[in-house]
């Protein structure tokens, strides 16, 4: 049984993990080095550093290893290890809950995968999941369908699948940053290997609603994180927040994917799945950049909190472009990475539409609509994340005497940001590698299939007119912006630059007070989804005397919808069910001697039929 | 010679985007029984700002400075995505449709960030109206955009602009373009480009600390994206035949003209619109979008069941 229980996969999916967890894990764990230094004793940085590299390598063998159940080991372990790096701060009360949380909800969903695999046992009698995969193929669809689902659930608690993400906001912040960058960035990730290798690899896809399914958990996730995120006014929350609508849109490639095998458009499926593994490694990219830079700015600052921040662009010029060239690529602007990978994406529910009819295209048409919606919202909120927290004047004593990280902070932020802009320009070589991946997941031959038209233009498959190419794009943009430089200082020559105060409609003592904040930024999208987020304020009046009020406190909330009317209603029944089952349990010596008899003789008399 | 082409007709189209502007005042001015400025007007305020000193806030960053020139270049890059005299193609291979909507989105965050830039509250609520309304604004015109797409089976603007299908589905799509035009190019009765209280400005809210060149700058750029929605309009509902280019230089000028009839017949249509209703308050906005984000899927769901 366990003969073969380190035994290794070596094949594209899981190169393509082990490559994109150390992409990502190795700049994160130099940027810990400036990151710990200062914030934390010796014997802690010790502790950090061992616990980073049992994540690491946990997550490494979790990807590439052969033995199911040698799978669900390290996937343990990298759950436990990870749930160590969110209570790291144990002095901070909201570690200890937000931790808990987390493990509870990883093993929740550790309880279904384990549930599947051992179904997928019953069936194979090994653990080998090459001879599952085998297996597999005579398996009945009900048993396959009741898979899926544990799977789905098990593996959508792990990514953070709406509304399975109730951990995600809360654990990822509470970690030292480069943790939360590997968490959001990468660890997250291992849950999309667990749906394509386990879904659609080894059971292989058997259904149509299987897809729909999926893109439908995908729409709700996207909107959800995103319009969450937008009323953060927590930075590293909103990070977290608009991981779960990158999650979504991953997912959006990858349902679109399983769609579409089913339907019989092989090609168009390893189109989407392309297009969802190009999210896959971007997000991982732009979001871990945007984790380290959140957290340069909580080491410089000591807050989190936007309200309290403002105006770093000019003392940490550094942190402010990166985190801008990861607010861009967040936003899917061209020509950075995340603009290709959404490109690939509508362009995938495009085709799948056209080559589709009656409900499934107008699906697939909404769901394209929900992907620029969200799109759009995440334009929204990183313009306030960047706007609140880099431009403008500081909020703060503490913004305002900000010094810029050292540089083991600053290089693996520079690298990354370098990275989004690679990936941005050179989408014909990777969609190349991609194409080879998702055709060996989806089991079809791409030697003949290719999505770019030469080295620089991507282009979708049936070739129908429609062509990207970003090192064209970029070239145009750069040039354009030289010429109009050129024209006017070279053409006109250099004028007069007057400095003025900010207009305030004649008053000229504007300080950081009348600046807008964060709430406000966000009122507009609190009112518009006020039926989603249900806000509620508090306003205190704190006086002198009774006449004259001296500070006015005002409080935003919103309410999670899902904590209010899945979550709290289930914890609910779970209390009140253990609460009736404590009745048994008296402590009285007799009673258990009774128990003890009657139990005994139910099993004499069970016996003795 | 293509190459030499789409930069000419780029050029050409330039110099033109301020005159519509100019023109759909004159327009407004006429129909309220007011003279109005001349039509040339949007020019004497280009050459005017482009000779005149800056003032900039001592708060401002380097964003601040940027933005102009991104803002511009983003919206010449999307212009030369637009093909406007068939045959005399865009820049097909840099991207399609939504490529060139991206590109939009692209000056937007960088003029909301320099609205940010300068520490004024007007600055701030410009910033967060004005993308609160292009985030609402772009699923209908994707979707839009969509079912056109659908009907053609390309998202590229070549062929989107040359195919000559007619169906109902692109009809009621190009009424949502129409309004989601009418909240882009901050129309009334989503904004209003002629209001001189900071409160109710949306887009102009993000601009009231730009002066002198950037200032130029800016608002070239917003007559480029004016042009642009009513070409993107003009392509779609009635598409130029290839008839003309075969036909040489005769047949650009046709098309050329042709063009410039179509793109002044929206502008009046505008004009119109805008002369006729009231603004609407921000959160009144959400519903006109909404009712064109009805139309889009209307749109699709035609496209569905074959019209």
Known sequence: ?609 | MAVLGVIAQTIILIIFAPLLSGFIRKIKNNIRMRKGAPVLQPYYNFFKLLFKDEVISENSSWIFGLSPFIVLASSITALLLMPVINGIVSLNQMGDILVLISLLALGRFFLALAGMDVASAFGGMGSSREMFISSLVEPVMLVAVFAVSLNCGSTSMAVISSASIFKLSTLVAVLALLMVTVSETSRIPVDNQETHLELTMIHEAMLLEYSGRSLALIELSAHIKQLIFYSLLANILLPLNSVYFNTGLFGIFIALGLYLIKVFLIGLFIAIIEVSMAKMRLFRAVDFIGFSFALSILAVVLQTAGF
């Open chain 1, 1 to 609: 049984m366990f003969g073969n229980a380190l035994v290794f996969f070596d094949d594209p999916l899981s190169r393509f993990f082990v490559f994109t967890i150390l992409l990502i894990s190795l700049p994160s764990a130099v940027y810990s080095i400036g990151y710990l230094k200062g914030e934390y004793s010796r014997k802690k940085i010790f502790i950090a550093w061992i616990l980073l590299v049992v994540f690491i390598i946990s997550m490494l063998l979790a990807v590439t290893v052969r033995n199911a159940f040698v799978f669900l080991i390290f996937w343990e372990i990298m759950s436990l290890v990870s749930y160590f790096l969110v209570v790291f701060d144990t002095e901070h009360e909201k570690s200890i809950s937000a931790g808990t949380i987390y493990i509870a909800m990883a093993h929740i969903g550790t309880a279904f995968i384990i549930a599947a695999l051992m179904l997928l046992y019953c069936y194979a009698h090994t653990f080998d999941l090459l001879a599952i995969k085998d297996a597999c193929q005579t398996m009945p669809a009900p048993i396959k369908n009741i898979i899926f689902l544990l799977l789905l659930f098990g593996f959508g608690t792990k990514a953070g699948i709406v509304p399975l993400h109730i951990w995600l906001p809360l654990a990822h912040p509470q970690a030292p940053s480069h943790i939360s960058s590997i968490m959001s960035a990468v660890m997250l990730k291992t849950a999309i290997y667990g749906f394509l290798r386990f879904i659609i690899f080894i059971l292989g896809v058997d259904a149509l609603w299987w897809g729909e399914l999926v893109l439908v958990l995908a729409s709700v996730s996207c909107l959800t994180g995103i319009i969450y995120a937008l009323v953060e006014g927590d930075l590293k929350k909103l990070l977290a927040y608009s991981s779960v609508e990158n999650i979504g849109i991953i997912l959006l490639g990858v349902g679109a994917g399983i769609l579409f095998q089913k339907m019989g458009l092989g090609i168009l499926a390893v189109f989407a799945l392309s297009a969802g593994l190009y999210h896959l490694i971007n997000h991982a990219i732009f979001k871990g950049l945007l984790f380290l830079c959140a957290g340069s700015v909580y080491k410089a600052t000591g807050t989190r909190n936007m309200e309290k921040l403002g105006g770093l662009i000019k003392l940490m010029p550094w942190t402010a472009a990166t985190f801008l060239m990861g607010a861009m690529a967040i936003s899917a602007l061209p020509p950075l990475n995340g603009f290709i990978s959404e490109w690939l994406t509508f362009q995938a529910l495009f085709l799948g539409a056209g080559n589709s009819g009656g409900a499934v295209k107008i699906f697939l048409s909404i769901c394209a609509g929900i992907l620029a919606f969200t799109s759009g919202l995440a334009a929204a909120c990183f313009v306030k994340a960047f706007g609140i927290t880099f431009l403008g004047l500081p909020r703060s004593k503490k913004a305002a005497s900000a010094r810029e990280v050292s540089l083991s902070m600053k290089a693996p932020a520079v690298f990354m940001s370098m990275l989004a802009l690679a990936f941005g320009l050179c989408a014909a070589f990777i969609i190349r590698w991609l194409t080879m991946v998702s055709g060996f997941v989806l089991g079809i031959n791409t030697s003949r299939i290719s999505f770019s038209l030469n080295n620089f233009n991507l282009a979708p498959y049936p070739v129908n007119g429609v062509n990207l190419s970003s090192p064209l794009l970029a070239l145009i943009l750069v040039s354009i912006i030289g010429l109009i430089f050129a024209f006017l200082y070279l053409g006109l020559g250099k004028k007069r630059i007057v400095i003025g105060k900010t207009w305030g409609c004649g008053y000229y003592n504007l300080d950081s007070r009348t600046e807008y904040t964060a709430t406000a930024f966000s009122k507009p999208f609190r009112i518009a989804f006020s039926f989603f987020l249900l806000p509620y304020r508090k306003t205190e009046k704190i006086r002198d005397s009774l006449y004259q009020v001296k500070h006015f406190k005002y409080e935003v909330f919103t309410t999670s919808i899902f904590k209010r009317y899945i979550y709290d209603p289930l914890l609910h029944s779970i209390f009140k069910i253990a609460h009736s089952l404590r009745k048994l349990q008296t402590g009285s010596i007799h009673l258990y001697i009774a128990y003890i008899f009657i139990t005994i003789l139910l099993l004499i008399i069970l016996k003795g039929f």
